[in-house]
């Protein structure tokens, strides 16, 4: 079982990045997608969720308007894409998979939002 995320990196206030996390090793289309980030001596906090089908999903408070998570179940990908970012948006960012109690976390990908 792999997550791999990829497309962090340094960006700009105000600037866009486009976060993707490809997995492989499991039925991908059957579990609950979401994002984390942990920021440095803070607790890892949930960002965006979606439901398997893409049908559904949820934000935390601070990114609402200005995130977007999506998945291609096609390609067994999920992605985050971020606009309007902020410095407090600097962190490392992890996916994570969950289907009833079995879950998978990826390596992370950091992101840093300054000028």
């Known amino acids: 079982v792999q997550l791999v995320e990829s497309g962090g990196g340094l960006v700009q206030p105000g600037g866009s990045l486009r976060l993707s996390c490809s997995a492989s090793g499991f039925t991908f289309s059957s579990y609950v997608m979401r994002w984390y980030r942990q920021a440095p001596g803070k607790e890892r906090e949930l960002v965006a969720r979606?439901?398997?089908?893409?049908?559904?999903?949820n934000y935390e408070d601070s990114v609402k308007g200005r995130f977007t998570i999506s998945r291609d179940n096609a390609k067994n990908t999920v992605y985050l894409q971020m606009n309007s970012l902020k410095p407090e948006d600097t962190a490392v960012y992890y996916c994570y998979a969950s289907r009833l109690s079995v879950y998978y976390w990826g390596q992370g990908t950091q992101v840093t939002v300054s000028s």
């Open positions: 979606i439901t398997s089908t893409g049908g559904s999903t």
